[in-house]
């Protein structure tokens, strides 16, 4: 779980660097406060039972797009 919960903060840091500003509203918006809410125990990591659905579901949605195939064009189907 914590794995997952460092996707999202991955996740956060790449839609900041993007310098797209849609992203980054969407996670000052939906992620922020849940990450924010977040609590370390003394040696770093996280306090597992600090971490909400939300940011739970958003960090196993991000762990299983890792292991899906990348979707393919209709165009690029060989004929």
């Not at 956060?12 to 900041?16: G, R, S, T």
């Not at 971490?51 to 991000?62: A, K, P």
């Given at each position: 779980?914590?794995h997952?919960?460092?996707?999202?903060?991955?996740n956060?840091?790449?839609?900041?660097k993007?310098g797209?500003?849609t992203?980054?509203d969407?996670?000052?918006?939906?992620?922020?406060?849940?990450?924010?809410?977040?609590?370390?125990?003394?040696?770093?990591?996280?306090?597992?039972s600090?971490?909400?659905?939300?940011?739970?579901?958003?960090?196993?949605?991000?762990?299983n797009?890792?292991?899906?195939?990348?979707?393919?064009?209709?165009?690029?189907?060989?004929?």
């Open positions: 779980m914590e997952n919960i460092a996707l999202v903060f991955e956060a840091l790449n839609q900041i993007s797209n500003e992203p980054v969407s996670f000052t918006h939906f992620t922020l406060p849940h990450i924010q809410k977040l609590k370390f125990l003394p040696n770093g990591r996280v306090l597992l600090s971490i909400d659905e939300r940011l739970r579901l958003q960090g196993n949605t991000l762990n797009l890792k292991f899906m195939p990348k979707p393919k064009r209709i165009g690029d189907e060989d004929s």
